[in-house]
């Protein structure tokens, strides 16, 4: 079955960085597009980025553009996101997302948070 696991989260001081990871199973990863969301407490989900399947095309959320980096390792089946200059604003969970065959699967999650 699909399932996706991200790791990569923590603590990070403002202007730090970190790289999330989503590893993928159950699908073929390379012919699906992918996208990373987050939901900070008591606010909604929102989407962050998203990377179609071979990596060519990226979209970011006006929020992160310029500071964080959607990619994928089609060799690897995993999903990436580079975090640069992290403001206590990006402080959420974040997961990561696909869509196959109509179904939507998310990971469990990761926890990111940004403070001094």
């Known amino acids: 079955q699909v399932q996706l696991a991200e790791s990569g989260g923590g603590l990070v001081q403002p202007g730090g960085s970190l790289r999330l990871s989503c590893a993928a199973s159950g699908f073929t990863f390379s012919i699906y597009n992918m996208s990373w969301y987050r939901q900070a407490p008591g606010k909604e989900r929102e989407l962050v980025a998203k990377?179609?399947?071979?990596?060519?095309?990226?979209y970011y959320a006006d929020s992160v553009k310029g500071r964080f980096t959607i990619s994928r390792d089609n060799a690897k089946n995993t999903l990436y996101l580079q975090m640069n200059s992290l403001k206590p604003e990006d402080t959420a969970v974040y997961s990561c997302r696909t869509n196959v065959l109509g179904n939507l699967y998310w990971g469990q999650g990761t926890q990111v948070t940004v403070s001094s």
């Open positions: 990377i179609s399947n071979t990596g060519g095309a990226t």
